[in-house]
């Protein structure tokens, strides 16, 4: 089965830092454009940053500076180094990203989510 799994969530206080990682796993040929959203509670989901199969980031404004987004194309997996966090950034951070199951077969996957939150 083709599935995106998330891992690297969990409680941090205020300034501190988390590490997200995101693996694409099953048949796989290849994945293209991955990266992170968000979803705080009573809050619509939100883009926090992407990156493209060629390295090209883009970052949501209220986490610039902060976060940063890397890759590892051989493990397939997608990365969200998360510095000086805030209680702001508590929400549940889903992994998405386009998979091809087979070349020039691309589909759009969303993982389950991990819970981050932001507290002393």
């Known amino acids: 089965q083709v599935q995106l799994v998330e891992s690297g969530g969990g409680l941090v206080q205020p300034g501190g830092s988390l590490r997200l990682s995101c693996a694409a796993s099953?048949?796989?040929?290849?994945?293209?454009?991955m990266g992170w959203y968000r979803q705080a509670p009573g809050k619509q989901r939100e883009l926090v940053a992407t990156?493209?199969?060629?390295?090209?980031?883009n970052y949501a404004d209220s986490v610039k500076g902060r976060f940063t987004i890397s890759r590892d194309n051989p493990k397939k997996t997608v990365y969200l180094q998360m510095n000086s966090l805030k209680p702001e950034d508590t929400a549940v951070y889903y992994c998405?990203?386009?998979?091809?199951?087979?070349?020039?077969?691309?589909?759009?996957?969303w993982g389950q989510g991990t819970q981050v939150t932001v507290s002393s």
């Open positions: 990156i493209t199969s060629f390295g090209i980031t």
């Open positions: 998405n990203a386009d998979l091809e199951v087979r070349r020039y077969d691309i589909s759009n996957y």
């Open positions: 099953g048949s796989i040929f290849r994945a293209n454009r």
